[in-house]
């Protein structure tokens, strides 16, 4: 019986012997097998939350009162909220907003100890950022709670109820379709330039026909520079195509100007480029290009602020990671330009970091590209 199982078997044991030899022996096979499912999976669990927290909110209080400061008080210790910022008037507010500095506001009237004494059910104006969907929608939640459930310190009773109105700057309707899809005219052109630079490269040795390339009487900056046209071609036809179906059949408004879109959109896939030209420098086959593709993929998209603000990533130093991730910053531009007619003032700020990225990325590949010719 075992002779036949020996016998029978041989070949196919003899195979799975020698596929798992070739695996473990090449070392950026062990690596892909060991280290993107333990990054993954503090990524995951750290970013991809719906329980928000870290919130910066801030607070316009026009009564200024012992209860109106209490009601202030109980926001500030709940453990949803990290920073509380004091403005003066509607017009600092309302920056902050714009500016993303914070993510809520609530606007507190000059009659609300007033009302609240004579139980008149004082009203509290609660201001949220629409561009982040989810988030708004929670935030709300946990301080519509905080107003349900106030009673002044030293109080057992309570003596008014709190009625609070929402309302969703840029977003009145927290619309799904306009958050995800302003995202989306990010991710998705990002996903085709990586995946063909990525490839570029590793498809000649593949091919046999790098040492070709090494011959042809072109500096490496010019050989970059052919290897990132093409990819970049295709990107930014497909957010052409992306944010012409965005407008037209999803009916996404667009608020902001075409030309600075485009701009800012090229600028990302540059840097997306430089990434995948990287990746694909140190890579021998398109199939480990492809591996090093979905490594750089699903935490780029996961520490952007597309699944949660970015300030509700923890620990801290996966947070301040997010610095040399240029999706997040363009996911900021993205949705700037597209929901609040970002000016070019804040685009710029949000466009120098990437600039930078695509730099040092396209010196990478640069880099390791020579390296590989000598």
């Known amino acids: 019986m075992f002779e036949f199982f020996q016998q029978k078997y041989s070949p196919l044991i003899s195979l799975i012997i020698k596929e798992f030899h070739s695996v473990w022996r090449d070392k950026k096979s062990r690596t892909v097998i060991f280290l993107p499912p333990v990054l993954q999976l503090f990524i995951f669990s750290y970013a991809a939350t719906l329980d928000i927290t870290n919130i910066k909110a801030g607070i316009l209080d026009k009564d200024n009162t012992d209860i109106s400061r209490e009601f202030i008080r109980q926001i500030k210790t709940s453990r949803y909220f990290d920073k509380i910022y004091y403005f003066k008037n509607n017009a600092e507010l309302k920056k902050a907003i714009d500016e993303e500095k914070v993510r809520a506001a609530v606007y507190i009237n000059n009659d609300f100890t007033k009302k609240y004494k004579a139980k008149n059910n004082p009203e509290i104006l609660i201001i949220l950022d629409g561009r982040h969907t989810n988030a708004s929608q929670i935030i709300g939640g946990y301080i519509s709670e905080i107003a349900s459930n106030f009673t002044p310190l030293g109080q057992i009773k309570k003596e008014g109820k709190i009625s609070f109105k929402i309302r969703n700057k840029y977003n009145?309707?927290?619309?799904y379709h306009w958050f995800i899809i302003s995202c989306l005219m990010g991710i998705l052109p990002m996903t085709t330039v990586v995946l063909l630079s990525a490839l570029s490269l590793a498809r000649e040795k593949?091919?046999?026909?790098?040492?070709?390339?090494?011959?042809?009487p072109l500096k490496v900056r010019e050989i970059i520079l052919g290897k990132v046209s093409i990819p970049l071609f295709f990107g930014m036809?497909?957010?052409?195509?992306?944010?012409?179906?965005?407008i037209f059949i999803f009916k996404v408004p667009f608020l902001g100007s075409f030309v600075l879109y485009l701009f800012a959109l090229g600028i990302f896939l540059i840097s997306i480029a430089g990434v995948g030209l990287f990746i694909s420098a140190y890579c021998k086959t398109q199939q480990q290009s492809m591996l090093g593709v979905f490594v750089f993929m699903f935490p780029a998209m996961m520490l952007s602020g597309y699944t949660s603000p970015v300030e509700n990533i923890t620990p801290l130093f996966l947070q301040k990671m997010?610095?040399?991730?240029?999706?997040?910053?363009?996911l900021v531009i993205s949705k700037g330009i597209i929901l609040k007619n970002m000016n070019f003032y804040y685009i710029f700020l949000n466009l120098l970091p990437i600039f930078i990225i695509s730099f040092i990325t396209l010196f990478g590949a640069g880099r390791a590209f020579k390296n590989k010719l000598e």
């Open 172 to 175: 009145p309707n927290l619309s």
């Open 206 to 216: 593949e091919n046999g026909t790098f040492d070709e390339l090494i011959v042809v």
């Open 237 to 246: 036809l497909d957010g052409i195509i992306i944010l012409l179906i965005s």
């Open 322 to 330: 997010t610095i040399i991730n240029p999706l997040r910053f363009f």
